[in-house]
Every structure is written in C-alpha cells, then in structure tokens.
C-alpha cells in the first residue's frame, strides 16, 4: 500500500473525527477544556497513529501504533458514553458514532493482530 491514506481503517477514524468535532461544538462551554478537549484529543490520535504507524519500517513498530490507536479508541468509547449519559448528545447520536467507533475498533484489531503475526 502506497499511501496510509487508501486505508479503508483511516479513512472511517478520519470521517469519525471530523464527526466528533461536529458533536462537540454544541457542548456546554465549561466542557471545552475537560471532555471536548478528550474526545478530539482521541479522536484525532487514531487516524495520527494509523498514519505514523504506515510510516515505520518495521513491522513491529507498525502494529505498536495500531495498538496505540487501538488505546485511543478505546478512550473515546468511555467519553462517548459518558457524554450521552450527561445528555450532551442524543441517543441516535451515541449510537451512530459508537457504531462507527466499534467498526474501526474492529478493522484495528484485525490489523494489529495480522502485523504481529508477520
């Protein structure tokens, strides 16, 4: 593969980032440095990992920052629910971004468990 870019996996944590930016614009200002601040900081860092771990050398390095993006992920899925909980976002808003969350946590987890194995 050429370009991190045409990764099926980085393109969805993009879309999902762009996304989580669009749901945080309308929470409560005293959230922008606390949760708002998180879920971007998360969101970002998974297509970030993707991205950097295409860039390594080694296959090892590789799956390490799948792994990280995997860890990332992970964090947004406890801030996802907590920010429905709080009614920051909608149920069918929860749903449709933890939908997509779950499908990228799954593509990471199959592509961290294929580098490991080379």
Not at 57 to 81: D, M, Y
Request: positive net charge; glycine residues 6%.
């Amino acid at each position: 593969m050429s370009s991190y870019k045409e990764l099926i996996v980085w393109q969805k944590s993009y879309r999902l980032t762009l996304e989580i930016y669009s749901a945080t614009k309308k929470f409560p200002k005293e959230e922008l440095f606390g949760l708002v601040s998180q879920m971007r900081r998360c969101s970002v860092s998974i297509p970030s990992n993707i991205a950097e771990g295409n860039g390594r050398f080694g296959q090892k390095e590789h799956a390490q920052f799948i792994r990280i993006a995997f860890g990332s992920g992970s964090e947004l899925e406890t801030q996802l629910l907590l920010s429905k909980d709080l009614k920051y976002i909608s149920q069918l808003e929860y749903d449709k971004l933890n939908i997509l969350l779950s499908e990228i946590m799954r593509m990471l987890n199959k592509l961290a468990s294929s580098l490991s194995k080379i």
